[in-house]
């Protein structure tokens, strides 16, 4: 067993900030490596994460994450087959099961995860799917690492898609609502500023509630809109503009974009 036990493949946003996550959870900074080919982030993340291995190349770890852009994947994997590594969890979009088990090799098992922005504060989801040699140990593995940065489900591979498209994809829906009630603030009279902190300090502040473990969106919604109210008048706007159609097309546009991201291959 190495003396590593995480060696974290891309030292960008998402995979730092699994290092920090860890790191803020308890384990060891020399538990923990991170291989990063760019020598202006490798000198960021020393800097943040003193006491962690940060180097060029992949380590033997006893796993590892993949957390590079898809576009240098195929050389950041074989480059990774070269380290005794037994296990991966792959963070990259688009990148399916299949081809990261022929760039692995048999030897490896391999867990794929599609993970959200949220992650960056520590308050993602992240849904894992196993691979052909991973079993209950390496799904648990996957499921500790990545609790570190949130909530963590299980689905199958041909689940991911619609996972993208919902949660991968979601917090942007939720920063366009924001960005939409900003600009009508400010259309119906409020200085930028003010609308802007209305618009970001709502949502923040609705997010908080539907984190509650027994949160019902449809019951939230309930209790906010009134009878008559003011509430119920700009809902009844949003359900006359069709924004469950719009929301369900946007979901499967991006589903159907994530599905042809794995077709084509890095």
Same mark, same amino acid.
């Given at each position: 067993?190495?003396?590593?036990?995480?060696?974290?493949?891309?030292?960008?946003?998402?995979?730092?900030?699994?290092?920090?996550?860890?790191?803020?959870?308890?384990?060891?900074?020399?538990?923990?490596?991170?291989?990063?080919?760019?020598?202006?982030?490798?000198?960021?993340?020393? #800097?943040?994460?003193?006491?962690? /291995?940060?180097? &060029?190349?992949?380590?033997? +770890?006893? *796993?590892? @994450? $993949?957390? %590079?852009?898809?576009?240098?994947?195929?050389?950041?994997?074989?480059?990774?087959?070269?380290?005794?590594?037994?296990?991966?969890?792959?963070?990259?979009?688009?990148?399916?099961?299949?081809?990261?088990?022929?760039?692995?090799?048999?030897?490896?098992?391999?867990?794929?995860?599609?993970?959200?922005?949220?992650?960056?504060?520590?308050?993602?989801?992240?849904?894992?799917?196993?691979?052909?040699? #991973?079993?209950?140990?390496?799904? /648990?593995?996957? &499921?500790?690492?990545?609790? +570190?940065? *949130?909530? @963590? $489900?299980? %689905?199958?591979?041909?689940?991911?898609?619609?996972?993208?498209?919902?949660?991968?994809?979601?917090?942007?829906?939720?920063?366009?609502?924001?960005?939409?009630?900003?600009?009508?603030?400010?259309?119906?009279?409020?200085?930028?500023?003010?609308?802007?902190?209305?618009?970001?300090?709502?949502?923040?502040?609705?997010?908080?509630?539907?984190?509650?473990?027994?949160?019902?969106?449809?019951?939230?919604?309930?209790?906010?809109?009134?009878?008559?109210?003011?509430?119920?008048?700009?809902?009844?706007?949003?359900?006359?503009?069709?924004?469950?159609?719009?929301?369900?097309?946007?979901?499967?546009?991006?589903?159907?974009?994530?599905?042809?991201?794995?077709?084509?291959?890095?």
């Amino acid at each position: 067993m190495s003396s590593v036990r995480l060696l974290v493949v891309g030292g960008g946003n998402m995979g730092g900030a699994l290092v920090r996550g860890l790191l803020a959870a308890g384990w060891a900074p020399d538990a923990l490596a991170v291989a990063e080919t760019d020598a202006g982030r490798r000198r960021a993340l020393e #800097a943040l994460v003193p006491g962690v /291995a940060v180097g &060029a190349a992949p380590v033997a +770890a006893d *796993g590892a @994450v $993949v957390a %590079v852009k898809p576009q240098v994947a195929e050389p950041a994997c074989r480059a990774l087959a070269n380290a005794a590594v037994p296990r991966w969890l792959s963070i990259m979009a688009g990148v399916p099961l299949a081809r990261l088990e022929a760039w692995a090799g048999p030897a490896v098992a391999v867990v794929r995860a599609m993970p959200n922005t949220p992650a960056l504060v520590g308050a993602g989801i992240t849904a894992v799917a196993p691979g052909t040699r #991973a079993g209950e140990a390496e799904l /648990a593995w996957a &499921a500790e690492v990545l609790g +570190a940065v *949130g909530e @963590v $489900v299980r %689905v199958t591979e041909e689940d991911l898609d619609a996972v993208t498209a919902v949660s991968g994809s979601g917090p942007a829906y939720v920063f366009l609502l924001a960005e939409a009630m900003a600009e009508a603030g400010e259309a119906a009279g409020l200085e930028p500023e003010l609308a802007r902190r209305l618009a970001r300090s709502t949502v923040a502040g609705a997010g908080r509630l539907l984190a509650g473990p027994e949160a019902d969106p449809r019951a939230l919604r309930a209790q906010v809109t009134s009878p008559g109210g003011t509430t119920e008048a700009a809902v009844g706007a949003f359900e006359e503009g069709g924004l469950r159609a719009l929301v369900a097309t946007a979901v499967q546009a991006a589903a159907a974009r994530s599905r042809a991201l794995a077709n084509e291959g890095p």
